[in-house]
C-alpha cells in the first residue's frame, strides 16, 4: 500500500500543492480574528466594530465564490454576487463615515468673526457730513498705501 495511485493527473501536481499552501496562509490571516474574544471585540469603537465584521464577512463570501467557481458553478448568476455587492454597498458607507470624521470642521463663529471683520461696511452717516475717524468708513489709501506715521522734526 506504500505504492497509491493518485486520483488527479501528474500535471495538476503543481497547482495543488500551490492551492494548498494558499489554502494554510488563509487560514493564517483569519487565526488572529477566530482567536480574538468577544470583550475584545467590544472595546473597539462601532467604526472599527464594523470594519472588522465586513472585511471578514465579505472574505468568507469571498471564499464561498471561488468555491463555487471550482464546483463548475458561474458565481456571477449566483446570488452570492448580490451578498458582495451588499457587503461593498456598506463598506462604501463606512468609507464615507470615516472620511466625514477625518474631515477639518470649521469654527463657525470664528469664520463669521473673520468675514465680518474683512467686509467693507457702509457708513449710516449722510454723504456730506464725514468723520474722518467714523466707524465703518476706511480712509482712501494713495498708490503708495497707507499715510506714513512718522513724526516731524
Known sequence: MADQEEDYPSELHAGLVEF???????????KPFL???????????????????????YAINSLFWIYLA???IDPKDHPIKNELD????????????EDKRKA????QAAAKRLVK??????????AGSQD???????RPQGRDGPPSKKKRD
Open 20 to 30: 494548498s499552501q494558499s489554502l494554510t496562509d488563509v487560514e493564517d490571516v483569519f
Open 117 to 126: 471683520g474683512a467686509l467693507w461696511e457702509p457708513s449710516k452717516q449722510p
Open 35 to 57: 482567536q480574538m474574544s468577544l470583550e475584545d471585540m467590544e472595546k473597539l469603537d462601532p467604526l472599527d466594530q464594523a470594519k472588522l465584521h465586513l472585511t471578514a464577512v
Open 104 to 107: 477639518a470642521r470649521v469654527d
Open 132 to 138: 474722518k475717524g467714523a466707524p465703518g468708513k476706511r
Open 86 to 97: 451588499r457587503i461593498r454597498t456598506y463598506m462604501n458607507r463606512v468609507k464615507e463615515v
Open 70 to 72: 471550482t464546483q463548475g
